[in-house]
């Protein structure tokens, strides 16, 4: 079954990461993007949620004997925001890129929640001022 979930960049730090990559580690990380846009259920090995955090997850991508993590998250179903990506060099997950992509992905919420604020701010005195134009004729 197939998907059609659209993929975005949040901030500077995955794109940045994205281009100091060589070409084969990047042909495999848009391999893995290609199966997130997709692939209807996406295989465990190449996406999984992030434990400990909300709404958090990180897409695997592995070249040769080089494992990568870039985290992400939903919004309003099938959108996938992409913050912060690094090389997996040891078991455990660094804390640090951990509290990035949480940061970013409140950050990304909350850029969301006030231009959705001015938008309803803008409607609103956009309405007013028809009201107010009809009622002075």
């Known amino acids: 079954m197939t998907s059609d979930r659209k993929i975005i960049f949040y901030g500077k730090h995955f794109a ?9 580690v990047q042909e495999k990380i848009e391999f893995v993007l290609k199966i997130i846009r997709t ?12 434990s400990g955090t909300k709404g958090l997850f990180e897409i695997q991508v592995e070249s040769e004997s080089n ?4 985290f992400c ?25 951990i509290k990035l992509a949480e940061k ?3 950050e990304y919420f909350n850029q969301k929640l006030e231009k959705q ?21």
């Open 104 to 106: 970013l992905q409140k």
């Open 117 to 137: 604020k001015a938008v309803e701010i803008l409607l609103k005195n956009q309405k007013q001022n028809t009201s107010d134009k009809k009622s002075k004729r």
């Open 39 to 50: 692939v209807d259920k996406i295989p465990k090995k190449y996406f999984e949620h992030l």
């Open 67 to 70: 494992i990568f993590r870039i």
């Open 16 to 24: 940045e990461f994205y281009v100091e990559q060589t070409i084969v």
């Open 73 to 97: 998250c939903f919004d309003e179903g099938n959108l996938v925001i992409l913050f912060n990506a690094f090389q997996k060099k040891s078991q455990k997950t660094p804390t640090q890129e």
